[in-house]
């Protein structure tokens, strides 16, 4: 069984104008197939989106965050007076 559906485009809108581009470029047989695999990519992009955000938010609530003693600021510092100011600048030139 086939359902049809009418297809129209705004071609007031660049994102719709871009959409039929593709579309039209399709050969007249494979325009179904190919908005069948753009509508089922969108969906599968949007939901491994969901998965990498929950994945990075439960991670970001597991983090401690862990502040740097002084003491350790002033030893990182004093391994910096050691190297020539040529090198510690050298990454601005690029």
Do not use: C, G, W
């Not at 740097?68 to 030139?93: F, K, N």
């Amino acid at each position: 069984m086939r359902k049809r559906y009418y297809l129209s485009f705004d071609m007031d809108d660049p994102r719709h104008q871009e959409a039929e581009r593709l579309f039209t470029q399709q050969a007249s047989r494979h325009r179904t197939e190919f908005v069948v695999s753009s509508i089922l990519s969108a969906k599968q992009n949007s939901h491994i989106e969901q998965i990498v955000r929950q994945a990075v938010r439960e991670e970001i609530n597991q983090l401690s965050l862990r502040v740097t003693p002084p003491q350790a600021e002033r030893a990182v510092a004093a391994q910096l007076e050691d190297i020539p100011d040529s090198l510690i600048h050298a990454l601005e030139d690029f």
